[in-house]
């Protein structure tokens, strides 16, 4: 026997084991059965001595067979796909039960939850169903058109807004009724309405108001055909797409309404001045009684008089303005009413001077100057009916009225209009028609001036006796106010007004005007010596005296 082959055989043998059983072995090798042949054809050579020794080897070899395919069994059973992995004696931890191996071949005792991976999908299909469909955004745009759907939206939408598709289509549905109930209520119609009751042809505005350029296509829409885009983007485009039509139209007719309101505050504040003062003036003239009436109402209310605009004329005049205000032609608009104003203004100065005149005559003579704004040939024209219906002098004496011959009315009622201006006639007894009227002492020029006064104090006539006197003075203070005061020397005032028996009256009229009016002084002896109103915190001078002038009138019929 040749040991040194023997050993060479069995050598071969160990080193296959080795390597069968050595760690990190996949699979054994087909060499190695090979081998086995190999040494099967040593053996026979040795001859019957290696027979029990080959059996052996034999054994051994199929034996490192078996371990080698059971443990590539065992590592391709725990693979993992996606961190879930699978036990050959515990199924898989899809389902949750078994126990998986660790990376390093341990075992973990922890066991998976039963979440399916469908669950998990279609909750995010819904979320995703949800967020492509309408979203968040859409909600937001949508929101100032139609917030009453956007809420129940929201207010109906799960947690996590993981709504079933068929939620998604309800949802849809409901906002695209709302946005068609819009447009049915006239939500997209630009028409804006005037507080005067018209409406503006915003076709007149300019450009960046008449156009939009409307999304998503970039489209420029003349403002008259927003409404029909909204129309037609909300019947052949998604919801996306619809809102964001919806939102720009909606914030362009918001900045269209804006732009108005800014420019209309000014005109319409001007022309509410301009009614007030013809309301006066006809008040004020239907005060007057006789020839001389129908004189002032042809001349002052129908406008027939060349020096002057009448009553009449000014509302055409307002007219005009209006309908430049509501063609959106606001500057245009804002000239013609600041000239109506104007043009009130001048009338009721004549009228306020007419009553001036009448109430002097009441006071038997006395002087009156012409306002620079009342046309000397008014005056003039007015001068013979005056004589005529009062029988008295009256003389145009440069720019100022003299009435000369006539007495002192004690209660006005000689045919002409009582003290205190205006020409309209009233009851004896007093304007309030129960207590006499006292009338004060006649202006400077009356020779019997003093027999008025008693115990050194002057008798004061009511309000209703010097109205007109009384809303004349106010209207002077009307453009002298600054700092929530108003003031005027009373000196300088028409001579038939300047008189205590106007001026104290006067001051207790605004002083029960408490919630307007915080003080009033009137300088003692006055004239001469100033008049001074002081209003409440948060009035204006030009409101204070507005709304002084409106009570009077009402109470007191001035």
């Known amino acids: 026997m040749d040991v040194g082959r023997f050993e ?44 029990t020794l080959l059996a052996a080897v034999s054994a051994a070899v199929l034996l490192v067979v078996a371990v080698g395919a059971l443990v590539v069994y065992r590592r391709q059973g725990t693979i993992t796909f996606g961190g879930l992995s699978t036990s050959p004696t515990g199924g898989s931890a899809s389902d949750g039960g078994g126990t998986s191996i660790d990376g390093n071949g341990g075992t973990s005792g922890e066991t998976e939850p039963k979440v399916g991976e469908s669950d998990r999908l279609d909750s995010d299909g819904a979320n995703t169903e949800f967020d492509d469909r309408i979203g968040d955004r859409t909600l937001d745009r ?64 300019p450009s960046r108001f008449r156009e939009l ?5 970039g489209e420029t829409v003349h403002v008259a055909d927003l409404e029909g885009v909204v129309r037609d983007a909300l019947s052949g485009r998604d919801l996306h797409e619809v809102a964001r039509t919806v939102a720009a139209v909606h914030e362009h007719y918001q900045e269209i309404e804006s732009h108005i309101r800014r420019r209309e505050g000014s005109f319409l504040e001007t022309r509410r001045e301009a009614e007030h003062t013809l309301e006066d003036i006809r008040v004020m003239t239907d005060r007057f009684d006789g020839a001389l009436a129908d004189r002032v ?32 032609a606001f500057n245009d608009a804002n000239r013609a009413i600041r000239d109506a104003e104007r043009a009130g203004d001048d009338l009721l100065m004549a009228v306020d001077f007419l009553g001036g005149v009448t109430g002097t005559i009441d006071h038997g003579s006395g002087r009156v100057k012409v306002p620079e704004r009342v046309d000397d040939a008014f005056v003039a024209d007015l001068v013979p009916i005056l004589e005529q219906q009062y029988t008295v002098g009256i003389e145009l004496d440069a720019d100022e009225i003299v009435v000369s011959g006539g007495e002192p009315s004690q209660s006005g009622g000689r045919g002409s209009a009582p003290s205190g201006g205006g020409g309209g006639s009233r009851p004896a007894g007093g304007g309030s028609g129960s207590e006499p009227e006292a009338f004060g002492p006649p202006s400077s020029g009356d020779s019997t001036g003093s027999s008025r006064e008693r115990g050194g104090g002057r008798e004061q006539l009511t309000p209703d006796a010097v109205a007109d006197e009384i809303l004349f003075v106010l209207r002077e203070l009307d453009d002298r106010g600054g700092n929530g005061a108003v003031e005027c020397q009373t000196e300088l005032l028409p001579e038939a007004v300047a008189r205590r028996e106007v001026l104290e009256p006067l001051a207790t009229f605004c002083r029960r005007q408490t919630d307007l009016v915080a003080s009033v002084t009137l300088q003692e002896n006055a004239p001469p010596g100033f008049f001074e109103i002081e209003f409440a915190e948060g009035t204006t001078a030009s409101a204070g005296i507005s709304s002084l002038r409106k009570r009077f009138t009402k109470r007191h019929g001035g």
Request: proline share 6%; aromatic share 4%; with cysteine.
């Open 142 to 205: 949508l929101e100032p058109v139609t917030p009453d759907a956007v809420s129940q939206v929201r207010d109906r939408l799960p947690l996590g807004r993981n709504a079933a598709p068929s939620a998604v289509d309800a949802i849809e549905r409901d906002l695209r009724q709302a946005i068609e109930g819009a447009l049915d209520e006239g939500l997209f119609d630009p028409t804006v309405t005037s507080p005067l009751g018209g409406t503006y042809d915003i076709v007149n505005l």
């Open 8 to 51: 060479g055989v069995q050598s071969g043998i160990a080193e296959r084991t080795e390597l069968a059983s050595g760690s990190g072995t996949t699979a054994v090798s087909f060499e190695s059965v090979r081998s086995v042949e190999s040494v099967e054809s040593v053996v026979g050579v040795t001859g019957g001595y290696g027979s």
């Open 213 to 217: 350029t409307v999304p998503p296509q």
């Open 297 to 328: 109402r042809e001349f002052v209310v129908d406008g027939r008089h060349e020096a002057l605009l009448g009553v009449r004329d000014i509302e055409r005049r307002i007219d005009t303005a209006d309908r430049s205000f509501h063609a959106c």
